[in-house]
DNA sequence: CATGAATGAGTCTTCATTCAT
DNA sequence: AATGAATGAAGACTCATTCAT
């Protein structure tokens, strides 16, 4: 009412867009579960908006996804830029995917579930890690210093043991074992 | 009531519980889903006996997890007399670590469920797949085919993609190119 | 816990069925809604319980159906025994079937819904008051008194309006007066 | 907002409560569910405007009803001036409420559902059938066709069984059996 | 021990309705 | 006037769990 309050309504659409992706964000990492009614109630909406912002269960679980995926692709060509093809490669992992993965599963498990039922993930998804990987691999085959014959797809699953990691436990050795075990299993001779 | 009528309920009760478990087991392998009722049902028992059995959901999923798991760890003795280490080590990963899992996904979830819930599994469940991992590993190392620093627990979260190959696909080359990844990545130079 | 209370389970089981029925009929008579959870509500039972016992709509609305319109069928033979056939189907059409049809609107509401969703009503439902008044027609075309040409079929259409009689207000006319016009419209000439 | 800018927004106005009007028919005749929110989109309007030009869904029914029946009640007069009273009474039946009826067992539905919350149908709404009705049982009455003492009101519940005619069935003879039942019960003897 | 009925919490989803813009 | 986002009540349905028999 007054010119300084900050009008209620349509400013906060945007706002909600957000709030519930935090949310759903939140406990999509912790859980994999995402009652579409527990999320209003956290991010202090209706139900009803989480519906009108995402109609389906897929919607909200890819937007989470690309919103926390995002960064683990924009980095990689700062890597590139900034360092050895080898050395990138293991910032990457180490320093990026090791940790998104480690507290993760909860989505991995939720975004399974989604392509379950939609079949394949809509083009775009899963697929940007993919590339981040290509990006890397190419860089260290074109350097000679990772097998050509490899495939991202290989090392992705290779890596996908990075779900398991034991958040209260020594998961940076864990971690880097496992790098380093794959990183030994697709360099060159 | 006496002492003397022993065996009929007890037979009875054994089947029970096999039938409870082989029923769960389909499911679980399937959905991940386990509906205690939905089990009972299946099963041919009431709703009471699945609970008498298997008081919480973690206690079922681990029995059949034991059960699922057994097989894998019994063939490898086996396994190393027949041929040398590296051999059993590629045979054991590539024709019965691969197809098990790939079917299993549906328990792994469940697992990794009942996991979050428990904190860490109760040891010996898990265990024992890594038992027979440390056991393959051993003789490898032994014959100087791997390097003695390698951990089971590395290379068994090295081969956790397996849970995600695609069993409508070319699942036979997708598990070959990564136990061949692993393989190499922990070879003695 | 006494001798004298009625152990409460078992025994309530079939009360419940019952119950159910007979709360569900009041609530559709009226409205002509069931909400499952509205009358698990007013029964006394959870939701669970009305499940169990219809568990589609339809099987409830079915039952309800049944058991209001039985009454209906099983007067007739009665009432050809006393008396003259038109005498019966006069007595049969104002002095019950309209009484009925005029509270029950909601469940042709119900019931016209349940169709529309299966297809067609299982044999016997709606089929039972289509035999009774088989049953009075054909005994007035046996007395010459009904065009033999009739179907009950039409007749019971030309009825349909008892639905809407008035039951505030002079309904006890209006009833007689289509009633009237019916048996006039198919009487032998 | 001055008295100068008439018609542009009039226009839209009307084109607005048409356009709902004509969306609600359809929806209305096939389902007997109006949503609102539905409705509103479907005619590419914000529900707000719904709610303005229709405050209760009464309103919008009625309104539907008023609208599709305008035509039954238009058609009498000529239909008399055209051809005998008895004539016109089994054209109208036949030719026009019967098809009629037949499509709008929806609208009944809904129109029932109105009436239910309202007490009675606000005055001139089921009326103007009653009409046409009354217009052409006049003329069969005075031309000593059909009996003086027969009541327009009775006659169409007698005809309420044209709303049971089966679309995907022999609808036509049902109707015709059913209207000559009618006339039978109603014509002078 | 086994059975399965009952319970009720909790999820999903749709809509009527309000109201800021 | 029109728009459409937000809200929340309400109904459908599923399951985990208890407990009388």
Do not use: C
């Not at 995402?34 to 009108?52: D, E, L, M, P, Q």
């Not at 990457?92 to 599963?105: E, Q, V």
């Amino acid at each position: 009412m007054t010119t300084g309050s900050v009008s209620p309504r349509r400013a906060d659409t945007r706002r909600n867009h957000e709030r519930i992706l935090a949310v759903a964000a939140r406990t999509l990492a912790e859980t994999g579960e995402v009652s579409f009614n527990a999320i209003a109630k956290r991010a202090g909406v209706g139900v009803g908006t989480v519906y009108r912002h995402f109609p389906a269960p897929a919607d909200l679980i890819l937007a989470v996804y690309d919103r926390e995926v995002r960064h683990l692709v924009d980095i990689v060509p700062e890597l590139l830029a900034r360092t050895g093809p080898d050395e990138a490669f293991r910032t990457w992992a180490t320093g990026h995917l090791a940790p998104y993965m480690m507290t993760k599963r909860g989505l991995a498990k939720a975004l399974a579930a989604a392509t379950a039922q939609r079949g394949t993930l809509p083009a775009g998804a899963v697929q940007s890690i993919r590339e981040a990987m290509d990006a890397l691999l190419k860089a260290n085959i074109e350097a000679g210093l990772v097998r050509p014959e490899i495939d991202g797809e290989t090392v992705m699953r290779g890596l996908l043991g990075l779900l398991y990691l034991d958040p209260d436990g020594d998961w940076q050795r864990q971690s880097a074992d496992l790098i380093d075990l794959v990183w030994r299993g697709i360099r060159a001779d």
